[in-house]
């Protein structure tokens, strides 16, 4: 037997899923301002495995505009300066032997612009994407529907209601899209 609420679960559970990977796509995209989340997908060479930064050191973020790495192992100062240096980041860290220090240049307008597109697009995948699991959905529900599993009735309300689930979460990923461009526009 077909089962509506498992199905209209599954679908939510889906969106979720979206929805993190479009805050996790966007939390990597730099504003004015140092954040850690910014050195997250930074791999270093840790006795030849790539092991994320944040397990060989601390990241600290002590002023609006520099960000701080403390590794645990002393030796491993340079392979951390290399890592972040190969990264797409663009960012050019120091070190005393001890640290590392990476100041956060203010974005130009240019590029603030150009962040605020990539930003756009990071959003409208991941609206495609909550379209698409939308879509899976009705299929299956149609298709319980079609081998008369479920009735007509409870079809059409289950798609109305997996249609308020995708306006729902679609807003959230405008919303977020909103409060990201304002904070990469922030001067």
């Not at 969106?15 to 997250?40: C, F, N, P, Q, Y």
């Not at 729902?168 to 922030?186: A, N, P, Q, R």
């Amino acid at each position: 037997m077909f089962d509506l609420n498992k199905q209209y679960h599954d679908t939510e559970e889906k969106m979720k899923k979206s929805i993190e990977s479009v805050r996790h796509e966007l939390s990597h995209l730099r504003s004015g301002r140092a954040t850690t989340t910014l050195l997250d997908g930074v791999k270093v060479d840790y006795y030849g495995t790539p092991t994320p930064l944040n397990q060989v050191a601390n990241v600290g973020a002590p002023e609006a505009r520099l960000l701080t790495i403390q590794p645990w192992d002393k030796s491993m100062v340079p392979a951390i300066e290399k890592a972040i240096l190969t990264s797409d980041l663009g960012l050019n860290p120091t070190n005393d032997g001890t640290m590392i220090r990476i100041p956060i240049p203010p974005l130009n307008e240019e590029r603030r612009k150009e962040l605020v597109k990539l930003g756009k697009k990071y959003a409208e995948d991941g609206r495609v994407a909550v379209r698409n699991i939308r879509r899976d959905a009705n299929e299956h529900i149609k298709k319980a529907e079609k081998n008369h599993e479920v009735s007509e009735d409870d079809s059409k309300h289950a798609q109305d209601k997996i249609q308020k689930l995708t306006d729902s979460y679609i807003k959230k990923i405008d919303e977020m899209l909103v409060v990201k461009e304002k904070e990469i526009m922030e001067v």
